[in-house]
Structures are given as C-alpha cells and as structure tokens.
C-alpha cells in the first residue's frame, strides 16, 4: 500500500510545468511513503519499490546542481536500480534500468560501465527512445573520457546518424515515386519518357534512390 502511494506522488513529480516547490514536496512525500514501505513489508526483495526508490534518488539528483548531495544521490540511484537486477533479472523494466545506468555512470565518469549498460540495449532500446539516441550516448562516452577516443566517437555518431540518413532516403524516394505518378516528363525521366507505365515509373524511383527492401519494389520481384 506505501509503496503504491509512493508510486503516484513519484508519477506526479514528474507531470511538466510545476513550481520547484511542489516537486519537492511531492518527493519528500514519496521518500516518506517508501520508507514507510521498506520498514512494513516482510520481504523487501520487491522489484517494484526499489524501482520507485531508483527513481526517486535519480529525481532528487536532476533538480540539484553539480554537488556532493547531487553524487550522493546518483550513488543511491545506482544502487538501488541494480538492485533491482539483482532482485529479478527478467524486470520488466530491465532495459530502461540499463540506459538510466548508463546515464548515472556517465556523470559519474564510470565510462566502462556506461558504455557496458548501453551495448547491452544498443540494438534493442526500450520505447520511445531509438536506436540512434543510444548509439549517440556511446559516443558522447567515448568523446568524454580522458584522453577523448576520437575515432569510436565518431564511428559511433555515424551510426546514430544512420537510420536518418535511411529515413531521409525513404522520404526523398516516395516524393520522387508520387512526382513520377503525376507529372511522368520529369527531369529524372527525361530518357524514358512516355514509355514507362506508372508501376515502372515508380520502381524507377525506388531504385535510384537505392532502397530495395521499399514494399513495392519487394512485391514486384517476387511477382
């Protein structure tokens, strides 16, 4: 019972647009609602409440400027969001767990931890965050440590930018497919002319901007 009160004056520190007064307030109450938690269960194995404590200490250090109180309360942050890995390792949370780690650790200048806790989502990312935010993190670790990895930073930024560079790509390539559907003496389309039906005016595009795996272009191999 705690705990759940816990969990909702935590969910209401955190709604936008609130004086710092009130997250406070809201935080101090959750603190109290956890701790009364922790001295009433019989088991304090509970996934659930050290999850909540986890996020409570990594709230209370994100409204502090850098101090020893802000350190202090990443360190409690850590340690009970790996707890909560210790706990149950299948959490149902695990790989939000693993990239708020990385965040603690890379504050901490802990770069192979974070880069540990990173790799272990870097394909695999929990919503909404993609795979290009983690692989940009891999690379502020590597630009960050002392002396700076030049060349993983930038291998790693490259990556990021990767699926952009697609969805870029992607997007170019269906404005082409539309602009060949209705205006067919395009510029692109100037040595083909009328002799294309509009299917292979389309698959003309898809192609020229090489995206082979574009469904349509799909659909008419396999035909």
């Known amino acids: 019972m705690y705990g759940a009160i816990g ?22 109450k959750c603190y109290a609602a956890y701790e009364l938690a922790l001295a009433r269960l019989p088991d304090t194995r509970d996934a659930n409440l050290w999850y909540g404590i986890g996020l409570l200490y990594e709230r209370y250090g994100a409204l502090m400027l850098p101090c020893d109180e802000q350190r202090d309360c990443l360190h409690h942050a850590e340690q009970a969001l790996s707890h909560v890995l210790e706990i149950d390792a299948a959490f149902e949370k695990r790989r939000e767990i693993c990239y ?45 440590v002392e002396p700076m990895n030049a060349p993983l930073a930038k291998e790693a930024y490259e990556y990021a930018l990767a699926p952009l560079a697609l969805a870029r790509r992607r997007r170019h390539a269906a404005r082409a497919a539309r602009a060949a559907l209705i205006n067919p003496s395009a510029a692109w389309f100037a040595s083909h002319a009328a002799s294309l039906t509009p299917l292979t005016r389309v698959l003309y595009c898809i192609r020229r901007y090489e995206i082979p795996s574009h469904p349509v272009w799909t659909t008419f191999t396999r035909a």
């Open 7 to 28: 969990h909702c004056h935590l969910m209401l520190s955190q709604k936008k647009e609130q004086r710092v007064e009130a997250v406070l307030d809201l935080l101090d």
């Open 100 to 144: 708020r780690l990385g965040l603690i650790f890379k504050q901490q200048s802990d770069s192979q931890r974070a880069l540990g806790c990173f790799a272990a989502i870097a394909e695999d990312p929990p919503e909404p965050l993609q795979i290009a935010d983690v692989w940009f993190q891999i690379g502020h670790v590597h630009e960050s």
